[in-house]
């Protein structure tokens, strides 16, 4: 004779056979929290907030897109109206991402930031010069083969 408490007669305490009154009733859980949430790193973070979407307005109304796209749209906005920080910004990003690597030298535009407070004239001259002395690099090495463009 056997109660709900008292083990059967053949059952064997051992390994992965615990006594019968200390299982889990029906329905009982210990870990009630759970396991607790990871915590999110800092790159995790910034990477779900750079690519959340805003509304921003535009020619014909207004345009949902990423807030990385709308800050890269003020920053080279900002450096068409002659903020140099922002050129430089401009400048490094299309370094960083090799845009220029595929054009061929000889057919590239050149976006100069001036070191110094230039006159417009003087600003111009630069430039041309800038501009002659790529252009007869860009020749040399045609010459010499090393354009595959």
Do not use: C
């Amino acid at each position: 004779m056997t109660d709900s408490n008292s083990r059967p007669r053949d059952y064997k305490v051992g390994y992965r056979k615990p006594p019968l009154h200390t299982r889990f009733k029906k329905g009982e859980r210990r870990n009630l929290r759970g396991r607790p949430k990871r915590k999110k790193g800092i790159t995790e973070i910034f990477t779900k907030i750079i690519n959340e979407k805003v509304t921003v307005p535009s020619g014909e109304g207004s345009e949902r897109i990423t807030r990385a796209q709308a800050v890269l749209r003020v920053n080279l906005d900002e450096a068409l109206k002659g903020r140099k920080s922002a050129m430089a910004n401009v400048d490094e990003l299309i370094n960083v991402t090799g845009m220029l690597s595929e054009i061929p030298e000889s057919k590239r535009a050149y976006f100069m930031v001036p070191r110094k407070a230039l006159s417009e004239e003087e600003f111009y001259r630069e430039g041309e010069e800038v501009n002659r002395i790529a252009v007869e690099e860009a020749r040399q090495r045609r010459e010499r083969g090393e354009d595959s463009f």
